[in-house]
């Protein structure tokens, strides 16, 4: 069966094309390669031994997304990872969020709709909660207008889905992340950010090899055990493998609605000073940090509550926050050689 994954050379997409090709699928990845590089497909190939078919294709440009759909029939399911997904940017940048993690997600699905059964996983995130009420977070808590206009293009993608699915034949499940976290054990694949890290892993590990002065730790003045904000950090390849099953729940026509939502967490919340010692202790290196006042946006805590995912889907996440960050460490060692 083939699968395309758009935006499938992106940290989660190339982790998830590894796991589909460990599954016996054929893959099909496009990327329109404005934050990553060709050279992911070589990782992945000498992860799997198997290079995924590529084509370069910008999902923003109607006309190629239709021309590409009419020459790719056999498709039999769509992961859709394509959308930017800084926060920090999207509030400086609404229209280019609007414009991209909009327009790509209608473009798809109107190429989808025409076929007579559609299978779409969708890249959502735990940000449509903004701060949640109670803790651990389980789907039914609701959806608040999040704070960045990255996190509203998710709330907007996930109502247009349930639009849409209303009335095709097109079949979802919204997986929700948490903080995905961490690189492949084999180091052939990892986390790319581009300039400055706006996420808090890739900071430590860069400042960890001495790319950065220190880190900045945005508030320890929060409501939570330490007085830093609390996250759920789960392994890239554990959130990998949870589409994997996603999908195989939908070719298998095993969902019992059009749509579905799972939140993809570990269930544990760790502060920002716990993967700090956390990455200290894996990497046996003193991180130079600082406390500075919270940065605009931020939430006190979040955490899910795994229950539906566990019984449901069948997946619980494996690695620890250890586990984690040793291979994030590992991964920022290894690029930067
Ligand atoms: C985690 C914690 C920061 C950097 C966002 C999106 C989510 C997903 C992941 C895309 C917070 C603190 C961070 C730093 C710090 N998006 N921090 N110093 O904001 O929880 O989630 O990114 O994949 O949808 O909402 O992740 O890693 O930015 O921050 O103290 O230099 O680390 O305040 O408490 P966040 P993050």
């Given at each position: 069966m083939k699968i395309l994954v758009t935006g499938g050379l992106g940290f989660i997409g190339s982790h998830?094309?590894?796991?589909?090709?460990?599954?016996?699928?054929e893959v099909l990845v496009v990327d329109n390669?404005?934050?990553?590089?060709?050279?992911?497909?070589?990782?992945?190939?000498?992860?799997?031994?198997?290079i995924p078919a590529f084509e370069k294709l910008d999902l923003r440009e109607k006309d190629n997304v239709q021309d590409f759909f009419k020459r790719h029939h056999d498709i039999s399911g769509v992961i859709h990872f394509a959308a930017s997904k800084a926060v920090g940017e999207s509030v400086e940048n609404p229209l280019l969020y609007y414009e991209n993690n909009i327009n790509a997600l209608v473009y798809v699905l109107q190429e989808l709709q025409k076929k007579p059964e559609a299978n779409f996983i969708f890249s959502s995130s735990c940000t449509v909660y903004g701060q949640a009420e109670k803790m651990p977070i389980t789907e039914n808590a609701p959806v608040?207008?999040?704070?960045?206009?990255?996190?509203?293009?998710?709330?907007?993608?996930?109502?247009?889905i349930?639009?849409?699915?209303?009335?095709?034949?097109?079949?979802?499940?919204?997986?929700?992340?948490?903080?995905?976290?961490?690189a492949h054990p084999s180091t052939e694949i990892g986390?790319?950010?581009?300039?400055?890290?706006?996420?808090?892993?890739?900071?430590?590990?860069?400042?960890?090899?001495?790319?950065?002065?220190?880190?900045?730790?945005?508030?320890?003045?929060?409501?939570?055990?330490?007085?830093?904000?609390?996250?759920?950090?789960?392994?890239?390849?554990?959130?990998?493998?949870?589409?994997?099953?996603?999908?195989?729940?939908l070719l298998n026509k095993?969902?019992?609605?059009?749509?579905?939502?799972?939140?993809?967490?570990?269930?544990?919340?760790?502060?920002?000073?716990?993967?700090?010692?956390?990455?200290?202790?894996?990497?046996?290196?003193?991180?130079p940090y600082k406390i500075v006042g919270r940065r605009e946006g931020d939430i006190t805590e979040a955490y899910a509550n795994t229950d539906k995912a566990n019984t449901v889907l069948g997946w619980k996440a494996q690695s620890t926050l250890e586990e984690a960050m040793a291979s994030a460490w590992k991964w920022e060692q290894k690029i930067r050689k």
């Open positions: 998830t094309v590894v796991e589909l090709q460990n599954e016996g699928f390669l404005s934050n990553t590089s060709l050279n992911v497909l070589d990782g992945i190939q000498s992860i799997t031994g198997k608040q207008q999040p704070i960045s206009p990255y996190g509203n293009t998710k709330k907007i993608g996930e109502e247009i349930i639009d849409v699915a209303k009335v095709t034949n097109i079949n979802a499940i919204l997986l929700r992340y948490f903080n995905p976290i961490g986390e790319l950010p581009i300039g400055v890290p706006q996420n808090l892993v890739p900071f430590i590990t860069q400042t960890g090899f001495g790319l950065r002065k220190e880190l900045a730790v945005y508030g320890d003045d929060y409501p939570t055990p330490d007085g830093t904000a609390v996250r759920d950090y789960i392994h890239v390849v554990d959130l990998a493998k949870a589409h994997v099953i996603a999908l195989q729940r095993k969902n019992t609605a059009k749509v579905e939502t799972f939140n993809l967490g570990t269930g544990t919340g760790s502060s920002v000073l716990e993967v700090i010692n956390t990455f200290e202790k894996v990497s046996g290196k003193k991180l």
